[in-house]
């Protein structure tokens, strides 16, 4: 490889460049990934705030909502001046003003059947930040026929989890084959969220996604971690590959054509 680091470069990036793990050559892959982050809210925001951070070169950051001002209390990249923008837009803002390295794509949508494959064209990791069980399904899915990694995670008051989904390990069906009843999963409009929370699950997110770039260390694949903030603890509990998964395992389908991700989200294979 050709290093083009220029002297600003390798003045920002000093502190990774003199690590063994991660080196010039590491800081060149950042720079040359694309990564797309689907939710720019709770979780999306320390993910996208470090992964620009770092100096990912092309952040792809996906969002339907506009900026409320309730939410300022966790989603830190937006500001009271953005309430009522598009918090793509906004997250596009923060990050060109955070890292001018970083070439950032705002997309004001919700992901779904028809747009899911262009969205996530050419990348090489997909960080879910997604707040609902039908676009966590179809991204997973998604994800796995393509051969993209995929970084999960969410929250509920006190608590949050996080896993990795490797293209060779077993997928989000593999640990939950379907979606709760709607409604009896509450979301933080009713049940509320601990301000700080999202930062921390998002940042695990984030270091995933880059140790996935680098390929250093082991990433959380075939294990859930588990995170209670009130406790101050985390357990992480590991999960296999299911020979019967309909995605992943034998004889499952192969496209998401047929799939219909509303409520349960489930796929049968009668």
């Not at 220029?6 to 000093?14: P, V």
């Amino acid at each position: 490889m050709t290093l083009s680091l220029d002297a600003t470069q390798l003045d920002r990036y000093s502190r990774h460049i003199i690590m063994d793990e991660v080196g010039p050559e590491g800081q060149e892959r950042l720079l040359s990934a694309r990564v797309v982050v689907v939710g720019a809210g709770g979780l999306g925001a320390p993910a996208i705030e470090y992964l620009a951070a770092v100096g990912v070169g092309e952040l792809v950051v996906v969002d339907d909502d506009v900026v409320e001002r309730s939410n300022l209390q966790r989603q830190v990249i937006h500001r009271d001046d953005d309430v009522g923008v598009a918090k793509a837009e906004s997250a596009a803002a923060f990050v060109r003003g955070l890292n001018p390295d970083v070439s950032v794509e705002p997309v004001e949508a919700r992901v779904d059947k028809s747009n899911v494959h262009e969205i996530l064209a050419g990348a090489d990791v997909v960080v879910d930040a997604s707040d609902n069980f039908p676009t966590r399904y179809l991204l997973n899915d998604v994800c796995r026929f393509e051969g993209i990694p995929l970084v999960h995670g969410a929250i509920y008051k006190f608590e949050g989890q996080a896993t990795t989904l490797v293209p060779e390990g077993p997928c989000y069906r593999c640990l939950f084959a379907e979606a709760p009843e709607p409604g009896t999963v509450p979301d933080c409009a009713t049940t509320g969220v601990l301000g700080v929370l999202p930062g921390t699950v998002g940042c695990i997110q984030a270091t995933e996604a880059m140790k996935l770039l680098l390929d250093e260390g082991e990433v959380l694949d075939g294990r859930l971690l588990f995170y209670d903030a009130m406790d101050m603890t985390f357990e992480t509990v590991p999960y296999r590959k299911n020979p019967d998964c309909p995605v992943c395992g034998e004889g499952g389908v192969d496209s998401i054509e047929d799939i219909d991700y509303v409520e349960s989200c489930a796929i049968s294979l009668d």
